[in-house]
Structure formats: C-alpha cells, structure tokens
C-alpha cells in the first residue's frame, strides 16, 4: 500500500489536497477522511463520466468533496450533506483558497430526510451523474434505494467503507462489538447489491474498500 502510495497517488495529488490531508491528520477522528487512492480513483471515475451534477453523503473535512469540486466542471455543481458543519468548517478555508467553494451547496442534515426532501420534487429523479456514499452504514440500504432514484440511467454510485477493515471475510468471534456490527451490516449491504438487477457492480480494494455501481434502469 506504502509503495502505491509513494509511487503513484502522492506524486499527482493536488496541491489542495494534500494540505486538507495535512490539517487532518491531527484530527481524532482522522480515520474518517477517503483515503487518497480511493481519491484517485473517484477523480478517474468522475472524468470518465463527465460528471456535471453530482451527490456526497459523509463529507467529514472534505477531501472527496474538494476532489471532485477540483475535478468537475466549473460550472458544475455538488449537493454535499453531513450532519456535522464543525468537521466541514475546518477543510473549507482550503476549499475557499482552491477557488471552488461555488460548486459546493452544503446540507447540514442527516442524510435520509435531505433525499427524502430532494425526492419530494420531481425534477430532481434521474438528474445526478454521480453519488458518493461515506456516512452511516446503518443506513446504506436506505440511501441506496433513495439515490437510485436520483441518479439518471448509466450514472455512478460509489459506496466507501464496503470491506469494512477487511473484517468482511474475519471470524465473528475474533472481533470487538463495533467492529462485529459494522462488519454484519456491511456484509448484508454486499449481498443485498449483488442480487439488485437494476445496477452493474464492482468492488475495488482501494482504501476501505470502495464498491462501483452503474444504473443499468
């Protein structure tokens, strides 16, 4: 990892982003943020796309989020919803400084009642290139059946965290409590989007885990 890393992640990343890396690795929960080669293969996905319109959920100080703002369009646009504003704050004088702050329409919410919201006007279903999911696996299943709606036929969802610190393929019994719920939530999350028709699926052993998910109708 160290190797993929230093070789070809570090060497391409914006200036931007390795200084919110930097300011957040003294965070205590720094853990949270999207690793850098999970980045790397966001930013290919999102040019691969032409990703204009685009959905994060889980923003933490905002490393995917000022990735893809840095990476789309000018006149492009993300819908960014956390629950935490504090955490966002400290990533958003970089944000600021990068010269994309304009892209960015920040939601502080939980995310099941800002799609719900999202969803009461029409024009919103089947409007977004793209979606980025890092906030509460509780609830993955829930976003996935609101973001599919959301999303136009052929466009992305990349869920984060889908190997869960590789304690998917564990014993049960050699886990903590935490890491036993979050491992069993994943686990029936990976099942339940493999048997979904509606989407192509790939999941990337980049970072914790990202799984690639194209709307096929």
């Not at 032409?50 to 933490?60: D, L, P």
Request: proline share 6%.
């Amino acid at each position: 990892m160290q190797y993929i890393l230093e070789t070809n992640v570090y060497p391409r990343e914006p200036e931007p982003l390795k200084e919110l890396r930097a300011i957040t690795a003294s965070h205590p929960q720094a853990y949270f943020s999207t690793a850098p080669d999970a980045g790397q293969m966001l930013g290919i996905l999102l040019k691969l796309v032409g990703v204009k319109k685009t959905k994060e959920f889980g923003v933490f100080t905002g490393y995917s989020l000022l990735l893809t703002a840095l990476t789309i369009p000018n006149d492009g646009k993300i819908v960014a919803i956390d629950m935490n504003r504090e955490s966002y704050d400290i990533g958003r004088p970089i944000i600021e400084k990068a010269k994309v702050e304009h892209k960015i329409d920040f939601i502080e919410s939980e995310a099941v009642p800002a799609l719900d919201k999202m969803l009461e006007n029409p024009a919103n279903e089947g409007s977004f290139d793209f979606a980025f999911v890092d906030a509460d696996k509780n609830n993955y299943v829930n976003y996935h059946e609101r973001v599919m709606k959301l999303v136009k036929v052929n466009g992305i969802v990349v869920y984060d965290n889908t190997l869960w610190l590789g304690t998917v393929v564990q014993p049960e019994s050699s886990l903590n409590d935490y890491f036993k719920e979050g491992r069993e939530r994943i686990i029936k999350f990976n099942k339940s989007l493999a048997a979904d028709p509606r989407i192509d699926i790939s999941i990337v052993p980049l970072g914790d885990g990202l799984t690639i998910c194209r709307r096929l109708y």
